[in-house]
């Protein structure tokens, strides 16, 4: 940031900087593809000049996605993607000693949610990292002025992406948008092992339950899904899973997983999650038939997936059991336990994907942003995907982190591959 330009923050307390850096550098350590990104951006500036708003979870993680678009060149401003995500600490971080203006707090209300939004958008960027697509939706209906200024956006998550397709389809998507959480080095890894391994931390962070021997459903097998489950499994639930696609559920069921509807499973569950990004996908039906003590949360971006209004409807009082866990005493006398408010469990009650894995969300992000840069005027207005030679180039890059060999097509192998004279 140039030394005249004044740090912006609402940040819980900014004298957690220093623990903030601590954490924000112990993360660094197993991110070295976004490390090397950084350095090459600190030699070459392609973000120079650029204003830019990012709406992420306020992490250690994005605290390394933001000091790698500073040392780009850009001007960046930070801004919560979910209230409860904020790491204080890191957010303080930020700000003092990364002199990245940064609105976050966790825990903020909707209200600060929304301002912290309208604000970073009164900023007038010039590019976007969205993380759910309320920055767009929201640029869409308040500042639609602002839209001919942009240069492009990107996005972090399937919720996003599907907001973006709806907006592609009603014709309304004013610029280019890159689907980052399509590339391969970011689902196959973020989605599958990140909130594989997150959600179960933050369910045991919430609870200090033993998964070993219970019943955990899943409610959806997508990336997400897949890698719950698959973790699950791991340490010993019995996992049951629950979908609409039947391609999906065949699939589960060839995983050996026991696959039934959601209020079949109900009879079984003793944890259940929810990572469809569908409205309601766990309805009132579903809560009442509960067996007695069954947890429920959800590790889906929004906190839309499980009924809590119709619960309340049926619940006689409400308690906080310990942080991030409140029991539901329903008028039918069983108890439901609801972790961390129905929002992202992994973010809420843990610290989110490990870094490991969002090394190469965020190389993917940074190089989004590089690329809408390199691409001014080149693209439509609609969805892009990275250029498929980046999953291959960000693939490579952590493997030789990782100081693992892979082999090469020999020319031979490579001429066979390429015929089709030689067959039986
Ligand atoms: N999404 C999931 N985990 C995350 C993390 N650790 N940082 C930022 N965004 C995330």
């Keep these: 940031m140039p030394a005249n330009q004044t740090v912006g923050y609402e940040i819980a307390d900014i004298n957690l900087a220093s623990l903030g850096k601590k954490r924000v550098e112990w993360a660094a350590r197993e991110m070295p593809v976004l490390a090397s990104i950084r350095d090459n951006f600190a030699k070459t500036r392609p973000l120079a000049g650029k204003k830019l ?21 850009c001007e960046a401003i930070l801004i919560a993607s979910n209230p409860l995500s904020t790491q204080d600490d890191v957010a303080a ?10 609105y976050a707090i966790k825990g903020e209300s909707t209200e600060t949610y929304n301002k912290h939004l309208r604000l970073a958008l009164n900023f007038k960027p010039d590019l976007i990292i969205d993380d759910g697509g309320d920055v767009i939706a929201t640029l869409l209906n308040e500042f639609p002025e602002q839209a001919k200024k942009i240069i492009g956006s990107t996005e972090e998550t399937t ?23 399509d590339s391969l080095t970011k689902h196959m890894f973020d989605n599958r092992y990140g909130t594989g391994q997150s959600t179960l931390d933050g369910i045991i962070r919430a609870t200090n339950i033993l998964l070993a021997g219970k019943t955990l459903v899943v409610v959806g097998f997508g990336w997400c899904g897949r890698g719950i489950a698959q973790k699950a499994r791991g340490m010993g639930c019995q996992v049951i899973i629950t979908e609409i696609d039947p391609i999906k559920a065949l699939e589960a069921v060839m995983e050996g997983y026991r696959v039934m509807s959601l209020i079949e499973a109900t009879e079984f569950g003793d944890i259940f999650v929810t990572v469809t990004g569908g409205y309601h996908v766990i309805d009132t039906e579903h809560l009442m038939a509960m067996k007695d003590g069954a947890i429920v949360c959800n590790s889906g971006h929004f906190d839309i997936e499980i009924n809590l209004e119709g619960l309340k409807e049926n619940t006689k009082s409400i308690e906080e059991i310990r942080p991030f866990t409140q029991e539901y005493k329903l008028q039918n006398n069983k108890s439901v336990f609801v972790l961390g408010e129905g929002r992202l469990i992994n973010l809420a009650a843990a610290e ?19 690329y809408l840069i390199k691409n001014n005027g080149q693209l439509k207005a609609g969805l892009h995907k990275l250029p498929a030679e980046i999953d291959f180039e960000l693939s490579d890059l952590k493997l030789k982190a990782l100081n693992i060999k892979i082999d090469k097509l020999t020319e031979e192998m490579k001429v066979y591959n390429n015929s089709w004279q030689s067959g039986t």
């Design 352 to 370: 989110g994907h490990p870094p490991c894995v969002m090394d190469l969300s965020f190389a993917n992000q940074a190089l989004a942003i590089e």
């Design 93 to 102: 971080f930020l700000v003092k000693e990364a002199g990245i203006s940064t």
């Design 53 to 73: 708003i990012a709406c992420c979870h306020i992490t250690a993680e994005t605290a390394n996605l933001a000091l790698a678009l500073k040392a780009g060149g």
């Design 159 to 181: 919720t996003g992406i599907t907001r973006l397709h709806s907006m592609e389809k009603a014709g309304v998507l004013p610029f280019p948008a890159m689907a980052v959480n």
